[in-house]
């Protein structure tokens, strides 16, 4: 059963960091294409970042120097280091994957597993 589990969300101050984790279960990562997407109250999802079976990687403009996506393939896992963290980076952030045979990405591309999500919420 493939499955993906995110972690590491929580409540942190503007300026502060955080970092998600992404478990993968049942398939290995390394072959597919992933993504990190979030989703604020009241608005649609948005592509956050993705990392292409060839190690490409892609950010949404909002976040570009400050969040980082990176993979450790012994682990499984793929995480989303998250720095100088703003209110408006509230929201609920899913990682996803797609057993895409293209060895890039796309921010806002489709994706066929998702994780159950995790709350990111930036507050004084």
């Known amino acids: 059963q493939l499955q993906l589990v995110e972690s590491g969300g929580g409540l942190v101050q503007p300026g502060g960091s955080l970092r998600l984790s992404c478990a993968a279960s049942?398939?290995?990562?390394?072959?597919?294409?992933i993504g990190w997407f979030r989703q604020a109250p009241g608005k649609e999802r948005e592509g956050v970042s993705c990392?292409?079976?060839?190690?490409?990687?892609n950010y949404v403009d909002s976040v570009k120097g400050r969040f980082t996506i990176s993979r450790d393939n012994a682990k499984n896992t793929v995480f989303l280091q998250m720095s100088r963290l703003k209110p408006e980076d509230t929201a609920v952030y899913y990682c996803?994957?797609?057993?895409?045979?293209?060895?890039?990405?796309?921010?806002?591309?489709?994706?066929?597993?998702w994780g159950q999500g995790t709350q990111v919420t930036v507050s004084s």
């Open positions: 996803a994957a797609d057993p895409t045979t293209s060895l890039g990405c796309k921010v806002d591309g489709s994706y066929t597993y």
């Open positions: 990392m292409g079976r060839s190690g490409y990687i």
């Open positions: 049942g398939f290995t990562l390394h072959y597919y294409a």
